[in-house]
T-cell receptor, first 117, second 109 residues
Framework: ETGVTQSPTHLIKTRGQQVTLRCSSQ?????VSWYQQALGQGPQFIFQ???????GRGNFPPRFSGLQFPNYSSELNVNALELDDSALYLC????????????????FGAGSRLTVL | SQKIEQNSEALNIQEGKTATLTCNYT??????LQWYRQDPGRGPVFLLL?????KEKRKERLKVTFDTTLKQSLFHITASQPADSATYLC????????FGSGTKLNVKP
């Protein structure tokens, strides 16, 4: 059973640029969610994808967008990068979407560390 | 919206002692609370889940309690080891996951 893999592990961008982060979900999981984790903070929910459609979103502006592919892998795109976007971006997969069952647990990847200069 | 609060100060304890971490929630009582462990530079790893109607849950050296009156969950690690040193996150899952900021545990040999 493969876990959640993310790429790239580290990247540096400048303000105003765009970035794409990638995630492969765990085998058997059909739902992917993305989180932003600033230093010293807990993960903040960005959005969730189920059946290739966005299915729930946190308090993030539209310049944060995503995709889910038929193989359940996913991308997070961030446009017009700002300095405050510097963070660890975590992808998590689960067997069912959030809100379906409170017993639903998340399997996280190791994250992509984004630095915006 | 739901808010999960954890003590942001690091918890330093001696090896062999019991570590107790606190998680408080505001607003509505979640049907479930979950605890995750996060090591530096890594993603969180699921440890335990406790339901609202369960007062206590155990897994090996780990124990979690859920007190709906106090709006609080306690996470205990008995016979702690230096390998238990990590940040521990509490989370509730309603329409979406709400995570606390985590408590860093340092277990000294």
């Amino acid at each position: 059973e493969t876990g959640v893999t993310q790429s790239p592990t580290h990247l540096i961008k400048t303000r105003g640029q765009q970035v794409t982060l990638r995630c492969s979900s765990q085998s058997g999981h059909n739902t992917v969610s993305w989180y932003q984790q600033a230093l010293g903070q807990g993960p903040q929910f960005i959005f969730q994808y189920y059946r290739e459609e966005e299915n729930g979103r946190g308090n993030f502006p539209p310049r944060f967008s995503g995709l889910q592919f038929p193989n359940y892998s996913s991308e997070l795109n961030v446009n017009a990068l700002e300095l405050d976007d510097s963070a660890l971006y975590l992808c998590a997969s689960s067997q069912v979407p959030q809100g379906t069952s409170g017993a639903n647990v998340l399997t996280f990847g190791a994250g992509s560390r984004l630095t915006v200069l | 919206s739901q808010k999960i609060e954890q003590n942001s100060e690091a918890l330093n304890i001696q090896e062999g002692k019991t570590a107790t971490l606190t998680c408080n929630y505001t607003n509505y009582s979640p049907a479930y609370l979950q605890w995750y462990r996060q090591d530096p530079g890594r993603g969180p790893v699921f440890l335990l889940l406790i339901r609202e109607n369960e007062k206590e849950k155990r897994k090996e050296r780990l124990k979690v309690t859920f007190d709906t009156t106090l709006k609080q969950s306690l996470f205990h690690i008995t016979a702690s080891q230096p390998a238990d040193s990590a940040t521990y996150l509490c989370a509730s899952n309603f329409n979406k996951f709400y995570f606390g900021s985590g408590t860093k545990l340092n277990v000294k040999p």
